[in-house]
T-cell receptor
Framework: AQKVTQAQTEISVVEKEDVTLDCVYETRDTTYYLFWYKQPPSGELVFLIRRNSFDEQNEISGRYSWNFQKSTSSFNFTITASQVVDSAVYFCALSEKELGSYGKLTFGQGTILTVHP | GAGVSQSPRYKVTKRGQDVALRCDPISGHVSLYWYRQALGQGPEFLTYFNYEAQQDKSGLPNDRFSAERPEGSISTLTIQRTEQRDSAMYRC???????????FGSGTRLTVV
């Protein structure tokens, strides 16, 4: 079973639309960390957010917001008023305690977001 | 340095040759990670270090893959007797501590022909 599932393979929106990227994870740990990364067409991986399992408060950063719901094991990402520059592949990732540490990230398959002008 | 530096950016090698991929992490970052990303996929964990100690190498596909970080700074990922299936983007990342957000390098695109 996938530990991190991003069910949406591709999403296409028109500029200024809001868009939500879904992420569902699976873990037996009570302490874990969740991440979102952006991979623009240039190919680099850009860190967006890190959230620990004890902090269920939603977070907003400019046009970006994240909704963490432990009850449904989801960590969804919403972009408000999307822009062409938001076009990228977005990855959700999970860090669990393995071999005594949290070093390893397990990534989802990614969601390709295309924002049309 | 200001960011995570990887070299070379591109490497084309013939099947059966050995390759060494280099990663220079952000100065002062304790943890260093190696990932492999196939086209259209998410990064896949290979191994990671805290300082010079290799903490987890469970993601290395087989014994042709090895990594070292002898002085707790620069790391080298070595692939021996390369095969076509080794072709991928190899990414290095570093972080201040193990569960902080990583900073990824630009990667090395390895093509085995």
């Amino acid at each position: 079973a996938q530990k991190v599932t991003q069910a949406q393979t591709e999403i296409s929106v028109v500029e200024k639309e809001d868009v939500t990227l879904d992420c569902v994870y699976e873990t037996r740990d009570t302490t874990y960390y969740l991440f979102w990364y952006k991979q623009p067409p240039s190919g680099e991986l850009v860190f967006l957010i890190r959230r620990n399992s004890f902090d269920e408060q939603n977070e907003i950063s400019g046009r970006y917001s994240w909704n963490f719901q432990k009850s449904t094991s989801s960590f969804n990402f919403t972009i408000t008023a999307s822009q062409v520059v938001d076009s990228a592949v977005y990855f959700c990732a999970l860090s669990e305690k393995e071999l005594g540490s949290y070093g390893k990230l397990t990534f989802g398959q990614g969601t390709i977001l295309t924002v049309h002008p | 340095g200001a960011g995570v530096s990887q070299s070379p950016r591109y490497k084309v090698t013939k099947r059966g040759q050995d390759v060494a991929l280099r990663c220079d992490p952000i100065s002062g970052h304790v943890s260093l990670y190696w990932y492999r990303q196939a086209l259209g996929q998410g990064p896949e964990f290979l191994t990671y270090f805290n300082y010079e100690a290799q903490q987890d190498k469970s993601g290395l596909p087989n014994d042709r893959f090895s990594a070292e970080r002898p002085e707790g700074s620069i790391s080298t990922l070595t692939i021996q007797r390369t095969e076509q299936r080794d072709s991928a983007m190899y990414r290095c990342a570093s972080s201040l501590a193990q569960n902080y957000g990583y900073t990824f390098g630009s990667g090395t695109r390895l093509t085995v022909v």
